[in-house]
């Protein structure tokens, strides 16, 4: 009854093995390149944020402070 049992799971293994190659797909590893700059995409989201407040606040793209703004965000 044990090696029944063994070869049991060896085969449900096998097997489970196999449809998870076949339908799981693989995860991708990010490189270096992806990692790189962050802190620039961070820093240029706040600018942008902080022109759409700055406009917010005044509602007039003509103001100073949000001609500021806006330079700093391009």
């Not at 049991?8 to 190659?21: E, I, M, Y």
């Not at 820093?43 to 949000?66: C, F, M, N, Q």
Request: glycine share 6%; net charge positive.
């Amino acid at each position: 009854m044990k090696g029944n049992d063994n070869e049991s799971w060896a085969l449900f293994k096998g097997r489970l093995l196999d449809l998870q190659q076949k339908y799981v797909p693989k995860a991708r590893v990010q490189g270096e390149k992806r990692r790189k700059g962050i802190w620039l995409m961070h820093k240029a989201v706040k600018t942008i944020k902080r022109k759409y407040k700055v406009y917010r606040k005044y509602k007039d793209s003509k103001h100073p402070a949000g001609i500021r703004a806006d330079k700093k965000a391009h």
